[in-house]
């Protein structure tokens, strides 16, 4: 089996957990994941299975979620599975303010990733600082915010803002609730946080893990072709005898392509990822026989 699984994954799972039991499961151990999911949030997780998992650097790095924000309250993590350190109503607030700051969280912007985060700092990640008590500031970086979009809005002591976000990697939405927060001078916390797009894949065409067990027992899972989720890349077709070479890790001469390419035998089998000068083309991951 290779492939990818387009998996829902639950609340309160880390993507290790699922990753865990997407392997027992398939009864195979070569399974990984991309994108990491916080436990508290929900929604898309792209699992790569077999062969394909040395594709997941190949995959597109766009995201979208749904988040909820809530405001006059922050936290140690940045979201409710924190503790409380702030908290001031601000049932004044309006939704016509709150969208006014919006903007500042357009296009590429900087971030400071939260203090319970995975990120390393001199090879040791935030999270497990924290939980010593050593709080150590993520060095800032620059994430890229496409869309901001207002769904929905709670007025109240503590109101709540829904939105629609899409991003590229490395984008902590947590981040984003606390800063909004900052702007407004209310704090603020991620109350919930739905992934609804991940490297090409959307959470309409997701499984549970309650799904993925009962097509499994019925007979009827199959896991999505590995060049499936690659369809961003373009591609390039091989003669026979010229797939056959570039497979064995030989630079072959093709015209006119240019970039990284989806490599394919003449007969449609996908047979890897190659990068061209517009003169030869290069072996990057070779995987003859997926597809």
Not at 37 to 42: G, S
Not at 166 to 184: K, N, P, Q, S
């Amino acid at each position: 089996m290779q492939g990818f699984l387009n998996l829902n994954k639950p609340f309160n799972w880390t993507s290790h957990d699922c990753v865990a039991r997407v392997r027992k499961l398939l009864r195979l151990k070569r399974v990984g994941h991309a994108g990491t999911l916080d436990p508290a949030a929900t929604g898309v997780l792209p699992i790569a299975v077999g062969k394909a998992t040395r594709l997941l650097q190949y995959l597109p790095s766009e995201k979208a979620y749904q988040a909820t924000i809530r405001l006059g309250v922050q936290t140690t993590t940045d979201d409710l599975q924190g503790e409380i350190i702030a908290s001031q109503p601000c049932p004044e607030l309006s939704l016509a303010v709150v969208e006014s700051a919006l903007p500042k969280f357009q296009g590429k912007i900087e971030q400071i990733p939260p203090s319970y985060s995975a990120i390393q700092v001199e090879g040791k990640r935030l999270y497990d600082l924290a939980r010593k008590g050593e709080i150590v500031e993520a060095p800032v970086r620059i994430v890229e915010i496409f869309q901001i979009e207002v769904l929905d809005w709670r007025a109240g002591d503590f109101p709540e803002l829904d939105v629609a976000i899409v991003c590229g990697a490395g984008t902590y939405i947590r981040a984003i609730a606390r800063d909004l927060g900052t702007i407004l001078e209310t704090g603020g916390t991620l109350a919930a946080l739905k992934r609804t797009q991940s490297s090409g894949f959307h959470l309409a065409s997701s499984l549970t893990l309650t799904d993925l067990e009962t097509q499994l027992q019925a007979g009827t899972f199959q896991l999505i072709p590995a060049d499936a989720a690659l369809q961003h890349l373009p591609s390039v077709t091989l003669p026979a005898q010229t797939a056959q070479k570039w497979c064995q890790g030989q630079r072959v001469a093709v015209i006119d392509v240019l970039g990284m390419l989806r490599v394919y035998h003449e007969d449609g089998t996908f047979l890897g990822i190659g990068q061209s000068n517009a003169e030869v083309l290069i072996p990057q991951m070779v995987l003859s026989g997926i597809g």
